[in-house]
């Protein structure tokens, strides 16, 4: 019997065992989950190698990054001229890195010079990047200052804005973040985590409205056609369409944060059609959508657009 999740225009039917890990890989934390031009599915997770490369049918074709063990975090797919590059983010080495898809790093961001935002205590934890049509490099401080930092393609700071706090402009947890070319104007999209809303700027970081229905600790964001998908990290993915208003959950769990040790639930716990701790989400060119979750033995899932 076929397992799926979803409603009205959105039906997917789980691919039940997609992922086809080797013997000697064994997953953690899986944070962050891309897809490149030819569907190949990356998964980034805290063990190591840390990056591991799948086919869209989920067999195993590599894997490196060793060196982000442990750190693994933010993760995100880029083309520029034709080429597609990541990005990641290290939570442990508290830095940013652009990569070859083979892995070789080609810029490295590290902790900005500011030293009325950071010092010995006050760390730069960052916890997602975003890449603007001009190449410019928008790095999210998830988990330090509650900053957001603006680089040019070549590492170096434009500006900078942010700061803990609830009122405008202000972030609590900024741990996703994500350029919208949606519409006309290019915007930045800011998950605004422990504050539960999605906090929208210009690209120049002028504040312009907010997101706050329907969701529940957004993580991250990715694009498909008009919509946008983003993980709420207490089970679910939801999904907006061109104007923000929401079109469907998928897996929504409404138990699954009151499990005892949360995310690191048992593992009889997890049912095909529900998620726990979704972390990462991308789709795919069929529309078919790939979630990683927070969980210490990693758990990935991919879900097959029916219609």
Known sequence: MAVRMGSGTHIYEVAVGWAKLPDNIRLGYTHGIVTDSKDNVYVFHTNAPSIVKFDKNGNYLSSWGEQFEGGAHGFLLHAEGGTEYLYVTDVN?????????????????????????????????PTDVAVAPNGDIYVADGYGQSWIHQYNASGERIRSWGGKGTEVGKLDCPHGISIDLRHEEP?????????????????????????????D????????????????????????????????????????????????????????????????????????VLVAEWTEFGRVTKLIRIH
């Not at 490295?108 to 760390?123: A, G, L, N, S």
């Not at 800011?190 to 329907?214: M, P, Y």
């Not at 138990?255 to 639930?265: C, D, E, F, M």
């Open 217 to 288: 600790m957004p993580c991250s964001f990715y694009y498909w056609n008009d919509e946008v998908y983003f993980p709420d990290l207490h089970s679910r993915i939801t999904i907006l369409d061109s104007h923000d208003n929401l079109i469907t959950h998928l897996g929504e769990d409404l138990q699954a944060k009151s499990q005892q040790g949360w995310p690191n639930v048992r593992l009889d716990y997890f049912r095909d059609n529900r998620f726990s701790s979704p972390h990462g989400v991308c789709v795919d060119s069929e529309g078919n």
């Open 93 to 125: 080495q508290n830095l940013v890195a652009k990569m070859t898809l083979d892995g070789e790093t080609l810029l490295t961001i590290r902790t900005p010079d500011m030293p009325e935002v950071y010092d010995e205590e006050r760390k730069f934890v």
């Open 187 to 215: 915007e930045l999209y800011v998950a605004d985590r422990s504050n539960h809303r999605i906090q929208v700027f210009t690209l120049e970081g002028e504040h312009k409205r907010f997101i706050d229905e329907n969701m």
